[in-house]
């Protein structure tokens, strides 16, 4: 299995597990963190979910490799365009980038390790955020930040992500799922139902716009995604340069 999910009392940890592609989804992995983001919505006893990756890294995020990704009605990513009722947290080490970041900015709180790399590294192909990073990125860490990190497709480190807000706590190498762990369990503790209408509430009084990403991210797909996924095969497109 590629996409494990399991519990720790009342902490659901759900495990990307293609360290070999640095946690990248292809459209299994996909199906899978769908099937498990909605066993983390029905099960009674699971109060926080943590999105973890395996191996060093949290999700470099499409596999352009194979790139077999459907535009399904959740995301391509399989969950991003879902709402779960519960409390999540994206346990981060290392690279954090392009669909990625999407999948921890889908999640409530980030916490990251010093060693987190993050960053709209799909800018430097020529495919679009679909799976709703124009939409969350610049409500957590403002328009004109968010701007920078989609225009420029740069690198940001753990120190910059923290002081921009981009993520909630920073701790030392290899310690981020323990923390988060740590984290969900002192939001388990609280008292769930006011927890949750809160956490509704603040949500719910925040437009997101998935439909229009999805539009425009669809009509640029089809105008030259598709090239610049085959330049990421061919292996021009990987270490950062960019395509012409």
């Not at 519990?7 to 099937?35: C, F, K, Q, W, Y």
């Not at 995020?61 to 519960?86: A, Q």
């Not at 990251?112 to 955020?129: D, H, M, N, T």
């Not at 968010?146 to 981009?166: N, Q, W, Y």
Request: with cysteine; charged share 25%; net charge negative.
């Amino acid at each position: 299995m590629t996409v494990t999910y399991r519990r720790e009392g009342s902490v659901a940890i759900i495990t990307i597990d293609r360290p070999e592609r640095r946690n990248a989804i292809d459209l299994a992995a996909a199906d899978s963190l769908r099937a498990c983001w909605k066993q983390f919505d029905s099960d009674d006893g699971a109060h926080v979910g943590i999105l973890y990756g395996e191996g060093g890294h949290f999700s470099a995020g499409g596999d352009l490799k194979v790139f077999d990704l459907v535009d399904h009605p959740d995301g391509y990513l399989g969950f991003t365009r879902t709402n779960v009722g519960k409390p999540t947290i994206a346990a981060i080490e290392g690279y954090c980038v392009a669909g990625g970041l999407e999948m921890a900015l889908w999640c409530d709180l980030r916490v990251a390790s010093e060693a987190a790399v993050f960053g709209c590294f799909e800018r430097r192909f020529g495919v679009p955020l679909i799976d709703g990073g124009t939409q969350r990125l610049p409500l957590i860490i403002g328009r004109g930040r968010a701007l920078d990190l989609v225009l420029t497709g740069r690198e940001v480190d753990a120190s910059e992500a923290v002081a921009i807000g981009l993520v909630n706590r920073v701790v030392p190498i290899g310690e981020a799922l323990g923390a988060s762990i740590a984290l969900a369990e002192s939001i388990a503790a609280h008292p769930q139902i006011t927890l949750r209408s809160d956490r509704a509430a603040l949500l719910r009084g925040v437009e997101l716009r998935l439909d229009v990403e999805r539009q425009l991210g669809l009509e640029a797909l089809g105008q030259r995604g598709a090239e610049g996924i085959e330049w990421f095969r061919s292996g021009d497109g990987r270490g950062g340069r960019q395509i012409d």
